[in-house]
Every structure is written in structure tokens, then in C-alpha cells.
């Protein structure tokens, strides 16, 4: 085989070979490079090829290094491993250009170019050279295995600018559903990953796409919390549309978690959180964003798909009603009797009594679990030096939001002209999608 040029799913530009083959003459290598094109980042690069004992210095041609644009708590191996690249609120997440990189004795180099696949587009390229296909294969494993080590147990952030909060763990009994559309929930993604692996050999798609909709605060949230530390050997992409920030990126943060999940050799749970703004901001197409689904991307491990919606009738219904994209829509509903018992109780800080619980829950009919929860702290900062008023004060904090709560919905209030959410809560998981009617 005489070809010196091998790559994954793209070409390789002539330009970047030679730019290669010239920073391998001023090293001195006497063998002419071998280029292979892969998938990962500047930052983790260096990461990787220092924790393994090298080392990594620009070369030339360098052109700088870039700033992240999200942070996904994934700096703490930066951090560990190349001190230099992090500061007190920022840190590199990439460089462009050359950089030289030596592991037992032997060097290679790795060049970080854009390549514009569409007008006013770009992907990110990573390809690395060495003096025979051996030696640079055996360092792209080294820097696979290591990357899947040091950066798979964070949720990997894309689209947003800053690291959201909030992302700790939530265990199964701290998500507060009825119990009936938990179990189904639950035991229908349960089994999607003990058959995933036996489909893949199957060749039958190992991918899967579930749709959670429902008002704000009714749980949606807590659940994909759950869902994303439920498996832990799954990595874990969390696609967040903060701002317009994202839509003027010049390098499509949509795409560039696409190709990174197509790289990973690990299953892995994408969450789309408000799916609905995301098709609406410009990120991404609607055309890319359901050939994605469709599966124009073949991942070698299944990849499990989770979309969260407040609002479902703003969704396309080649969305909702396609099998291959969302294959389940999960409706969550607000909070029934038990349910809110068991909110006031997760949410108290101080023990109510069964009957306190029962007439609080009575009170609130209505109410979501973010309702109930801000009554609850509410009243603990109220009482917080006197505990003993806690009951009484939390009565109170519930009546409140009761009242906002009404207020909000009604016809007389400005903030009610639109109805936030749901056009029409579901109080069970097998309710239909209400689409608002025809205006008279």
C-alpha cells in the first residue's frame, strides 16, 4: 500500500500535507510524514499528551490559541495536566496551527486547520503525522484511550457560553412523577441499553430518540438530571441554546457535537434541551437537524437522542410523528395529590406531619413542582431563625403562589395574554398533543 494519506470521512487538502511535510524537513525527519485525520480538540490534545508523558510545543507554522466558547466542567484535566492553558475564568479550548509533539523519544506533529464545508461555515480538522502509518496509529490509540479516561465521566456542554448549574446528580427517588409513568419511563430506556449493543451487532440502528414535553416544572428537568448519570458508561452531550451567541459561531457548535459523538467509542446520551428554540435560533437547519436523526451520522455505538419541549405545538409534526427521530413522547403531567405530598416533603427542609401534607397538597391542586418548591424555600428563609412557624408560614407561601399562579393564566393580566407552556396540561402520559384550533 503506497498511499500516505489515510482519513476517516473526509479529504484531506493537499495544502495541509505540505504544510506537514515542510515542518517535518525543518525537524529533520528523514522519512516523509504519514497524515491520518481524526477528531479532538487543541485543549485535549496537549491533555492527553502530556498525562501519557510527553510533551507539546508549538511549531511552526502557529497561528494562536483559542478561547472556549462553552465549558462543560471539562477543565478539571486541563487543569491537572496543562496548568498553563487554564486562567481564573477562561481557558484555552483549542490553538490553530502547528504543534510538535514528542513521546519516548519519538516526534510527531499535529495541525489544527478550519475547512469550510458549506459558505460561511467551518469544521475543525485534526491531523497528526508521523514517520511510518505504525507509529502515528499506535499514538492516535494512545490519545483515544486517554481522552475516553480523562474526559468521558463530564457532561460535554455545547451551545451555551457559560457551564450551566445544576448538573450534580438527582437520584431516582428525588424525581417526583406518578409512579406508573416513571416505571414505563424508565424501563422502556432501561432496555434500550441492554439491547443496544446486540442491534448494533444486528446492524439494526443503534440509535433511539425520545421526546419529554410538558408544562414548565413538571419535571422534566430532574428527569434528564437523573438520565444522564443513570448509565455511567455512556458519555454525555448536553446541547444548551443560550443566547444568539451560538447561532453566530463561526464554527456550527451543533455540528462540531455531531462529529464528536460520531468519534466517540463509547454509547453515548445527547440531551436537546428546548428543542423547539433550537430549531428557532439558527444553530442548526431544520434539514440538518432531522438528517441527523434519520441517521445520515452512523455512530459505532448507540447513541440515545432526549428532547425536552415546554411547548410541543411549535414542533413540526415530520418531528413528532416519524419513527427514527423521537420514537417516544413521554407527556409529563403536573402533579397529582401524591405526587405533591411527596414534593413538600423532598422540598421542606423542616418534617411535616401526614395530615399537614395531606391539607397542604389539598391547597395546591394545580400547582407544578417548581411551584411547590419555591414555596417551600420561601418560607424556610422566612423562618429560618424560627423554625416553629415554618407550617403556618408555608401555608401562606402557598396561597401566594397560588394567587401569581392564577394571576399569570388569566385573560386580565398582561403576562396571561399567552399561556405559558402546554396549551392544555396532560394529567396522563397517554393524553394526546393538544394543537391549539383555528382562530374564529
Given at each position: 500500500m503506497d498511499h500516505r494519506v489515510w482519513?476517516?470521512?473526509?479529504?484531506?487538502?493537499?495544502?495541509?500535507?505540505?504544510?506537514?511535510?515542510?515542518?517535518?524537513?525543518?525537524?529533520?525527519?528523514?522519512?516523509?510524514?504519514?497524515?491520518?485525520?481524526?477528531?479532538?480538540?487543541?485543549?485535549?490534545?496537549?491533555?492527553?499528551?502530556?498525562?501519557?508523558?510527553?510533551?507539546?510545543?508549538?511549531?511552526?507554522?502557529?497561528?494562536?490559541?483559542?478561547?472556549?466558547?462553552?465549558?462543560?466542567?471539562?477543565?478539571?484535566?486541563?487543569?491537572?495536566?496543562?496548568?498553563?492553558?487554564?486562567?481564573?475564568?477562561?481557558?484555552?479550548?483549542?490553538?490553530?496551527?502547528?504543534?510538535?509533539?514528542?513521546?519516548?523519544g519519538q516526534q510527531y506533529l499535529a495541525l489544527r486547520v478550519n475547512e469550510q464545508v458549506f459558505p460561511g461555515q467551518v469544521e475543525r480538522a485534526l491531523l497528526l503525522a508521523g514517520s511510518s502509518l505504525a507509529t502515528t496509529l499506535g499514538l492516535a490509540a494512545l490519545l483515544k484511550a486517554k481522552r475516553a479516561e480523562l474526559f468521558r465521566e463530564q457532561v460535554v456542554v455545547y451551545g451555551a457560553d457559560a457551564k450551566p448549574t445544576g448538573l450534580t446528580p438527582v437520584a431516582e427517588a428525588d424525581v417526583i412523577l406518578p409512579d406508573q409513568f416513571k416505571v414505563d419511563l424508565l424501563a422502556y430506556l432501561d432496555r434500550f441499553w441492554r439491547g443496544a449493543e446486540l442491534c448494533a451487532k444486528l446492524r439494526i440502528a443503534p440509535t433511539r430518540g425520545v421526546l419529554f414535553v410538558g408544562a414548565p416544572g413538571t419535571g422534566k428537568t430532574l428527569m434528564v438530571r437523573h438520565l444522564l448519570h443513570r448509565y455511567p458508561d455512556c458519555r454525555r452531550f448536553l446541547f444548551l441554546v443560550e443566547g444568539s451567541s451560538a447561532a453566530r459561531a463561526l464554527e456550527s457548535p451543533f455540528r462540531a457535537m455531531v462529529q464528536e459523538i460520531e468519534a466517540t467509542d463509547a454509547p453515548a446520551i445527547v440531551v436537546l434541551e428546548d428543542v423547539d428554540r433550537l430549531l428557532d435560533s439558527g444553530v442548526v437547519t431544520a434539514e440538518f437537524f432531522l438528517n441527523v436523526l434519520d441517521g445520515m451520522f452512523q455512530p459505532s455505538k448507540p447513541v440515545l437522542w432526549i428532547a425536552t419541549s415546554n411547548d410541543?405545538?411549535?414542533?413540526?409534526?415530520?418531528?413528532?410523528?416519524?419513527?427514527?427521530?423521537?420514537?417516544?413522547?413521554?407527556?409529563?403531567?403536573?402533579?397529582?395529590?401524591?405526587?405533591r405530598i411527596g414534593l413538600l416533603q423532598r422540598y421542606s427542609p423542616w418534617p411535616l406531619y401526614a395530615g399537614e401534607l395531606t391539607e397542604i397538597g389539598l391547597q395546591c391542586e394545580g400547582l407544578t413542582g417548581a411551584h411547590l418548591r419555591e414555596a417551600c424555600f420561601a418560607a424556610a428563609v422566612s423562618v429560618a431563625e424560627d423554625p416553629a412557624r415554618y407550617v403556618g408560614i408555608l401555608r401562606e407561601e402557598v396561597r401566594r403562589v397560588m394567587r401569581q399562579h392564577e394571576q399569570v393564566r388569566s385573560l386580565d393580566s398582561n403576562v396571561g395574554k399567552r399561556q405559558a407552556g402546554f396549551v392544555k396540561v396532560c394529567l396522563s402520559p397517554e393524553s394526546t398533543i393538544q394543537r391549539p384550533g383555528p382562530k374564529s
Open positions: 482519513y476517516r470521512d473526509a479529504n484531506i487538502a493537499p495544502r495541509w500535507v505540505e504544510t506537514l511535510r515542510a515542518a517535518a524537513t525543518a525537524l529533520g525527519w528523514t522519512e516523509e510524514p504519514v497524515v491520518i485525520r481524526g477528531w479532538m480538540n487543541g485543549a485535549e490534545l496537549i491533555t492527553c499528551i502530556r498525562s501519557i508523558g510527553g510533551t507539546a510545543e508549538p511549531g511552526l507554522p502557529f497561528f494562536g490559541w483559542i478561547l472556549a466558547i462553552r465549558n462543560g466542567g471539562r477543565t478539571e484535566p486541563i487543569v491537572a495536566h496543562a496548568p498553563e492553558l487554564v486562567e481564573e475564568g477562561v481557558h484555552i479550548d483549542d490553538f490553530h496551527g502547528m504543534v510538535t509533539l514528542t513521546l519516548n410541543p405545538t411549535k414542533l413540526e409534526l415530520n418531528l413528532l410523528d416519524r419513527p427514527g427521530r423521537f420514537d417516544r413522547v413521554f407527556v409529563f403531567p403536573g402533579p397529582g395529590q401524591a405526587e
